[in-house]
């Protein structure tokens, strides 16, 4: 692609190579932000602690709402994760080449939150020690156990996806972190695999990468199908959708979308990577964004206006306090703030600049988390059959502090996995990003040899 | 008196309650300041039929299907209070009230009483004013009560035809044991929930004995046993005794218990077959690339040299 060769001339390879491990010897102001996300999740965990101790019942579900922020947590996490298989795979695959500096992002993203997913689900357990039980007495025919399935299976191939692409990249990184910690090279000599350049070499790991990139995408549309299938598979009102499948995939590539421009920004200004993630990679992932957000859109106006135009009794309820009852300004916040706005304001380029992308995408990602929760609890509280002498408490729900705590450290807990691998490995492919500025296989030997003798 | 108390006790209960809520604003806008207004012309109403003990025991039985829940068993104070609902047993209430203001009360309804004008027949509701006036000592019910005598019923099971012979005597209190002539027998079969009558209109002869021709189409278990009871149609008079016996005559019952397929609901062990197949050539396929991927890992060091 031609306009893939922006404004900036070319690099040569000694440029690429400093510029892209610079970062990783660079501390600057990342002992702040390490102690930061750290004192957030030691308070998650102190809260944890406190849930083991006393039970669920310091969380504020109780009979009616017994999926809480956790598990609305957790459909945002799996959401964020699967952008890594959209940027690196299906983008990937088709050959687009704007994708080779912010692939690497959109990986890091997906592990870190697919990790984390996994976990939220054991915060939402009264009793974390009976996990193995769904391992020895899980149903088959369970859409849980298939999420369990489904989710360790993403974590690995996502772990594999991240991994291929970074070990012809990991030469580089050890001639120039010869004065970095051993222990920090110990870990690039084991994920090396003895590369060292050679055609064969690329070719079996490009080979490996093909495959691993077409196994990813029906791994992850089934692992949010699957989780769309935990509501969708039961008749409640709201979850009882024939569409739920594809709304939550497309859902999930508009939430991750906002986490890659999110990332994109923040490496590109605090690693000084302007000159690699560029104005027009902004543009790009802007335009990908109108198109996911329109097709998500377009299944919110199905999941909405036609109960809506049918009304049900047993929907009427739900739909009500959504449009107009408890949850209508949560509600109507997330589909304009979150959704419509983000599209009109996404047609202007000026808007798909870093800073209002920057700001659009935060925008989309706090709407996207309250979408999960607005899918989650307000079906909850319209159960077919309400129970009879309720306590006032069980018919709302609000999530306490020990809640926030733990969801924040799952959130903080993420982060924490993306800045350690940013902290490890460049964030921006070497080989890659030489090999489009022209640089050959063997050229980038050379460059390792040289400076190792 | 007699036993309604077993059954419908525990349903009186919850219905109170239930009465008590829906009915308290009635209770309270209306019928705590209302004062029953009987004309005159009722209270010397004489009832078109006669106050028998039969028709005193037919009364019985709609009042407890209809009364009770406010009234409670007249005479036992089980009447609901929360609504000012009588008990009809009390002396103040029979003192006042003859036969026909009973009748007119219930007619037209106060309040939170119902009137239950269209809901029986004229005679019906007399033989329920009846009922609760037979708790004035002072009121007259003719015709002799009934006696129970001391009858038994002996069945005899012919497998050939899948006849039933019951006889049926009365021992008197000399001891000596007569035929229960022209008597209804019913038969039951014995099902969950209560006994299903099987049988019509078959009476006792002169020597006391009647023939059942048991029906080909009644299911039985999964060997077809049935359990089959006799009784006098006229418990007042015969008593309520009854004689079981265990036939093989019902239909042999082809129960296929829906536990024991492979469902999607079930246990994890009865897993549907398309299911399992899927899962597991899905999962051990993305697995056996995952595995492939990372075995292919290990050669990149060999293919460098």
Known sequence: MSEGKNNVSKKTLNTIVSDLTRPIKNHYGFTPWILFLTGIILLGLFAYIIQLKNGLGVTAMRDYVSWGLYISSFIFFIATALIGMLISAVLGLIGIKWITPISRIAEMIALGFAMWAGLIIIFDMGRPDRILNIFMHGRLQSPIVWDITVVNTYVVISILLFLLPLIPDIPFLKKTMKDQPTWKQKIYNLLSFGFVGRPEQYALIKRLIRITAILIVPVALAIHTVTSWLFASTLRVGWDSTIFGPYYVTGAFVTGGAAVVIAMFVFSRDFRLKNYITDFHFDKMGRLMVLLMLVYLYFNINEFLVPGYKMKLAEKPHLYELFQGDFALMFWLVQIGGLVLPVILLLFKKMRKPVPSLVIAVAVIIGAFFKRYIITIPTLLHPHLPIQNVPEEFSTYWPTPIEWSITMMAVAGALLIITILAKLFPVIPIWETAYEEGITTEEMNEFVKKEND | ?305
Request: aromatic share 12%; charged share 25%; net charge positive.
């Open chain 2, 1 to 305: 008196m007699i036993n309604h108390k077993n059954i419908t006790m525990k349903y009186i209960n919850i219905n109170r309650k239930v009465t008590a809520l829906l009915f308290i604003l009635m209770t309270f806008s209306t019928s705590l300041n209302a004062q029953w207004n009987i004309p005159k012309e009722a209270k010397n109403s004489i009832p078109p039929v006669e106050a028998t003990y039969k028709t005193v025991e037919e009364g019985k039985v709609l009042f407890q299907k209809n009364c009770i829940s406010c009234h409670g068993i007249p005479g036992k104070g089980e009447n609901n209070k929360a609504i000012n609902a009588t008990d009809l047993g009390d002396e103040s209430y029979q003192l006042k009230h003859t036969v026909g203001e009973v009748f007119y009360q219930f007619n037209t309804g106060m309040g939170a009483m119902p009137s239950f004008k269209n809901r029986f027949s004229e005679e019906e509701k007399w033989h329920i004013a009846f009922y609760v006036k037979s708790f004035d000592n002072s009121f007259k019910i003719s015709g002799e009560r009934i006696k129970t005598l001391n009858a038994n019923l002996k069945m005899s099971i012919n497998d050939s035809d899948k006849t039933i012979k019951v006889t049926a005597t009365v021992t008197d209190d000399n001891g000596s044991i007569n035929a229960a002539a022209n008597t209804k027998i019913n038969f039951y079969v014995k099902r969950i929930f209560g006994n299903m009558p099987v049988s019509e209109d078959i009476k006792t002869n002169e020597d006391g004995i009647a023939v059942f021709k048991f029906p080909d189409d009644i299911p039985g278990d999964e060997k077809g046993k049935i359990k089959i009871i006799a009784g006098f149609e006229d418990t007042d008079r015969y008593g309520k005794n009854t004689e079981t016996a265990e036939v093989t005559w019902g239909k042999v019952l082809h129960y296929e218990n829906p536990n024991l397929k492979r469902t999607l609901w079930g246990s994890n062990k009865r897993v549907p077959v398309w299911l399992l197949i899927t899962y597991l050539s899905v999962t051990l396929g993305v697995w056996f690339v995952i595995f492939y991927v990372a075995f292919q890992i290990t050669r990149i060091k060999n293919a460098g040299k």
